[in-house]
């Protein structure tokens, strides 16, 4: 009889692969580094923001805008192995900011919602959760963060909540093929990164 790899040891390793990721992405110090890195006991969703978290503006933050700027481009191909042939340009409606990136076998979606405050964040944060629905096992991205049931990643830092909506990618994508949940971990970790004081 085969044994098949339990699912917690793919996320493991997932994990460990886009940790590597984030040392080698945006500002690739590793005091910059450091401060994105999350344990398992921060990544509970009452965790809280960061002394410099800003409310929800008129314009998106820094931040938010950063998912779909040159650099996180370059940091995403480098990560997935393959660039985009086309990002779409970025939206701005009520307060989410979202871009898609386009290749030529399937497209995936990041979306930064900013909220004013802690509670709203969660509030946003548990919602989504239970409209997406998750799977087992926290991710120690951000301040809280999960796998949803189609393999989407969601992650909670300060005051905004970010989806990496990969429902439009093949099961596997990038080079070298890799589970779609496992590439939307990794485009996760590279713009958390990048996040980093931001």
Same mark, same amino acid.
């Given at each position: 009889m085969v044994?098949?790899?339990?699912? %917690?040891?793919?996320?493991?390793?997932?994990?460990l692969v886009a940790g590597a990721l984030v040392l080698a992405g945006c500002g690739s110090s590793t005091s910059t580094s450091s401060k994105t890195? +999350?344990?398992?006991?921060?990544?509970? !969703? =009452?965790?809280? !923001?960061?002394?410099? *978290?800003?409310? *929800?503006?008129?314009? !998106? %933050?820094e931040s938010a805008v950063m998912v779909c700027a040159p650099e996180a481009q370059n940091e995403i191909a480098g990560t997935l192995g393959v660039p985009a042939t086309q990002v779409t340009p970025p939206t701005w409606i009520?307060?989410?900011? %979202?871009? =898609?990136? /386009?290749y030529p076998n399937g497209s995936?979606?990041?979306l930064v919602k900013e909220l004013d405050n802690l @509670? /709203? +964040?969660?509030?946003?944060?548990?919602?989504t959760r239970a409209r997406?629905?998750?799977r087992p096992g926290p991710l120690a991205l951000g301040n809280a963060a999960f796998v949803a049931t189609d393999g989407s990643i969601v992650v909670r830092k300060d005051f905004k909540v970010m989806t990496v909506d990969v429902t439009h990618l093949p099961q596997q994508?990038?080079?070298?093929?890799?589970?779609? @949940?496992d590439a939307g971990l990794s485009v996760a970790a590279s713009v958390m990164n990048c996040w980093s004081g931001a």
């Open positions: 044994r098949r790899p339990r699912r %917690s040891i793919v996320v493991v390793a997932g994990l890195q +999350t344990s398992t006991a921060d990544a509970s !969703p =009452t965790a809280g !923001p960061s002394p410099t *978290a800003q409310p *929800a503006g008129v314009n !998106p %933050s009520d307060h989410l900011y %979202s871009c =898609t990136y /386009e995936f979606v990041v @509670s /709203e +964040t969660i509030a946003y944060y548990n919602a997406l629905g998750a994508f990038g080079s070298p093929p890799q589970d779609r @949940s």
